[in-house]
C-alpha cells in the first residue's frame, strides 16, 4: 500500500504541474508554428489517472494506509481531506482493526502541556542504530494533536497558552485517565474528576455534566472509562469520598450522552494504582492496608466489581507494601501485564495468558537492571522488541534475542512524559457516541507533516551511539515456562 501511496501522491503533484504549465502556455504569446508542435491540452486533458476512480473506490485504498500515510494525505488537498472525513472512511479504518500507536504527552507542574505528540514507532526503530558510539542521530517528532484547555471556549488560538505570553500552570490542563476505541477521557487537574471525552484525531470533544456534589470531594478521584460491547455505550466511572461518608468510598457511573451521574454503591475496595482498561473492564492495584495486594476489576457492561490475583509470588513475605508503588501494569500483546520490580537486580514481566485466569501467569521475561523501577513496558514490537519508557524520559527497545537496550532520550522540553498507546480512530464524535444530551465541540487539531506553526512544543528522539550491550549494562536471563 506503501507503493500505491507515493504514486498517488506524485500523480497528484503531476496533474497540478501541469495545469500551471498548460495556464501559463496561454497566458504567453508564441509563434503558430511552435504551438503546433506541442501535444493539445485535451488530448493531455483525456489521460486517466488515480484521481479519476469513484470515490468510493478512492476511500478504500485511503482506508488501507498506515496512519502516518494517512495523516500526509489529508493535508495534501481539499479533496483528500474531504475523503479522509468521510463517514465510509471512517467506519473501513476502523473495520481494519488499525494499529496501536503510541503518543507522547509532556506533563508535570512545571512544565504542563495541552500537545500530544505521535511517534513514528516504525520510522524509528527499522532504522539501524548509530554504528560510531560518539555519533548522535535525532529525530524530530511532526505530527501533533491538541487537547481541549479548562476553561477556554476551544479554538485553536486557545492552544497557545504555553508560549512566552504568561506562565503555565498545571491548573490550565487536563490529565488523560485512559483511553478506549480512539477516544481519550480527560480529569480535572485537582481532584482528578473526570470532565471530558476526546478523539484527538477528529479534534472534537464532548463536557461530562457536572452534579451538585461535585464541589465536595473528601480526596482525589478515581476515574475510568470504558466500552459496553453489548449495549454500544460508553461509560465513565469515578470512586470518590464524600463528607456525609469520609471513610467510605462510593461508586459513580456516567453513561456517555445520558443527562446525570448515578451511584452503583459502595466500592468494596480501596483502589487508585495504575489505572489500565482492557476489552471492556478497568482495573487498578487495590492499596488496602490490611489486605493482601490485588487487582480489582470493574466491569462496565455489568457494572460490577471483581478481583484477580496477582502472579503467585506477590505473597512472599520479602515483597514490602511500599514496593508496590513502584510496579506497574498495564497491557502487552492484548494481555493484561504486570511488570514486577520489587527486586533490587532484576525486574520481571508477566503476562496473564487467559484472561481471569490467575494459573495463566506466565512470567515472560526477566531482565536485569539496577534501576527496574524505572522502567515501563509499553507495547510489543513487530520484530519482537520490548517498547519501554525508562524514568519517564527516555523510550527504550530492548531485544530478548540480541540482549541489548536502544535508549531514545525524549528532548526539546524540560519535563516529565507520559506515554499513551492509542488506537487512531477516524469517526465523527457524534456517530461513535449516542445520546440525548451530546453537545459536540471542536478543537482544531493539527495533522501535518512538519506543521509547527501552531506552538512553540517541539520534541525530538536522540539516539547516542551504539545500543548498549546487555553484558555491560543489563542481561538477559532465559526464563523455562512455569518457573
Known amino acids: ?18 495545469r500551471r504549465r498548460r495556464r501559463r502556455g496561454r497566458r504567453s504569446l508564441r509563434p503558430v508554428s511552435q504551438s503546433t508542435k506541442e501535444p493539445s491540452s485535451s488530448a493531455s486533458a483525456a489521460c486517466t489517472t488515480i484521481m479519476d476512480l469513484p470515490g468510493p473506490i478512492l476511500i478504500d485504498i485511503l482506508s488501507r494506509l498506515p496512519f502516518k500515510s494517512i495523516l500526509v494525505s489529508r493535508c495534501i488537498c481539499t479533496t483528500w481531506r474531504i475523503l479522509v472525513s468521510d463517514p465510509l472512511f471512517a467506519s473501513m479504518h476502523c473495520a481494519r482493526a488499525p494499529t496501536l500507536e503510541l503518543l507522547l504527552h509532556p506533563k508535570g507542574v512545571g512544565c504542563p502541556s495541552a500537545t500530544l505528540h505521535w511517534v513514528d514507532l516504525d520510522c524509528i526503530f527499522k532504522t539501524a542504530p548509530p554504528d560510531d558510539r560518539n555519533e548522535q542521530r535525532k529525530t524530530k517528532l511532526n505530527s501533533k494533536f491538541y487537547l481541549p484547555l479548562p476553561g477556554c471556549n476551544i479554538e485553536r488560538k486557545c492552544l497557545k497558552v504555553n508560549t512566552s505570553s504568561r506562565r503555565s500552570s498545571f491548573m490550565d490542563y487536563y490529565g488523560i485517565v485512559n483511553s478506549c476505541n480512539g477516544l481519550l477521557c480527560l480529569s480535572k487537574p485537582i481532584y482528578n474528576d473526570p470532565h471530558i471525552i476526546c478523539n484527538p484525531v477528529t479534534g472534537e470533544y464532548i463536557s461530562i455534566p457536572k452534579s451538585e456534589e461535585d464541589v465536595m470531594f473528601c480526596g482525589p478521584v478515581i476515574p475510568g472509562f470504558g466500552y459496553c460491547r453489548r449495549s454500544n455505550k460508553y461509560k465513565v466511572l469515578r470512586l470518590v469520598c464524600r463528607p456525609e461518608n469520609m471513610f467510605q468510598t462510593m461508586a459513580e457511573v456516567y453513561t456517555v450522552g445520558t443527562a446525570s451521574w448515578r451511584s452503583i454503591g459502595c466500592a468494596p475496595f480501596d483502589l487508585g494504582l495504575f489505572t489500565t482498561y482492557l476489552n471492556g473492564v478497568v482495573h487498578w492495584v487495590s492499596d488496602t492496608a490490611n489486605g493482601p495486594a490485588v487487582i480489582v476489576a470493574f466491569d462496565f457492561e455489568e457494572e460490577q466489581f471483581s478481583v484477580i490475583s496477582l502472579p503467585p509470588h506477590f505473597g512472599e513475605t520479602h515483597k514490602e507494601k511500599e514496593n508496590l508503588h513502584n510496579m506497574n501494569m498495564g497491557v502487552l500483546g492484548g494481555c493484561l501485564s504486570v511488570c514486577d520490580v520489587t527486586f533490587w537486580d532484576h525486574f520481571d514481566i508477566w503476562v496473564m495468558k487467559e484472561y481471569g485466569d490467575p494459573t495463566s501467569w ?50 526539546g522540553v524540560l519535563a516529565v512524559f507520559e506515554a499513551i498507546t492509542h488506537v487512531p480512530s477516524f469517526v465523527p464524535l457524534a456517530d461513535a457516541v449516542a445520546g440525548d444530551h451530546l453537545n459536540v465541540q471542536t478543537i482544531k487539531a493539527s495533522c501535518s507533516e512538519g506543521e509547527s506553526s501552531e506552538g512553540t512544543e517541539t520534541l525530538f528522539l536522540v539516539e547516542q551511539g551504539k545500543p548498549r550491550s546487555a553484558s555491560k549494562s543489563t542481561s538477559f536471563w532465559p526464563v523455562v515456562d512455569g518457573e
Open 362 to 411: 506466565t512470567k515472560e521475561h526477566v531482565i536485569c537492571a539496577h534501576s527496574g523501577c524505572h522502567h515501563r513496558p509499553i507495547k510489543f514490537l513487530e520484530n519482537g522488541d520490548i517498547l519501554m519508557i525508562y524514568n519517564k524520559v527516555e523510550l527504550v527497545a530492548y531485544s530478548p534475542v540480541e540482549g541489548y537496550f536502544r535508549y531514545l532520550k525524549i528532548d
Open 1 to 18: 500500500m506503501t507503493f500505491f501511496f507515493h504514486y498517488f501522491i506524485l500523480n497528484h503533484l503531476s496533474r497540478k504541474i501541469s
